[in-house]
């Protein structure tokens, strides 16, 4: 791993760009296809997205915790700005901020399930999609940003960067589909992470 000031020093030189970047085009830069020359390391992502530790979940006006699709883009565009972005990643796409390879889940619930959909994160499959035409990145390339936010606080917790191909040998993600890939995180390994962010499954001291 880089030392932690050259870590910093070469994130913020990319977050500079993307801010510039993302601001002089119309068209947000969270949706475009991936740059290698601004394509944030997994170390780099974890020392920009370290602020989102201990933050609070959406909640509606009656002060409740707002519904997973709402709450998911709210947090996936927390953690765009941190990065750079100015404008919010679009709803629905996959990966959710695909300039960086990286799908965003934050879980709320009780019981932990991080639903993969149809892509099963070890897949070594090409991502069949226009903006994949020339990179063809894999589906166990996607990166992923799990953060946990358990009641009754619902403040994240724990937040877990890795690929999907390190998310399966870490977890172990079942290679049958019910409806969509799921993997269950138990309350036992959320618990002996309290505080920390795991990256590619090591404790990131930043």
Partial sequence: MASHPSLNEAASRKRARIHALDLADGDPLANAPADAALLFTLEEIATILKPLM?????????????????????????????????YPPGAGLFPDIRHQLLEVKHHTGKSVTIDF????????????????????????????????????EFRVSVMVLATGAEINDIFGVSPTATIKYQLGISKQWRDDHAGQIIVSGKLFDA
């Fill in 117 to 152: 959909g149809h892509h099963h994160p070890g897949s070594h499959e090409v991502i069949e999609a226009r903006w994949n035409e020339k990179a063809r990145v894999r589906v166990c390339d996607i990166r992923y940003l799990i953060a946990l936010a358990p009641p009754p």
């Fill in 54 to 86: 201990g933050l609070d979940a959406p909640r509606d006006e009656n002060q409740r915790i707002r519904e997973v699709r709402p709450k998911g883009h709210w947090f996936e565009f927390e953690a765009a700005k941190l990065l750079g972005y100015h």
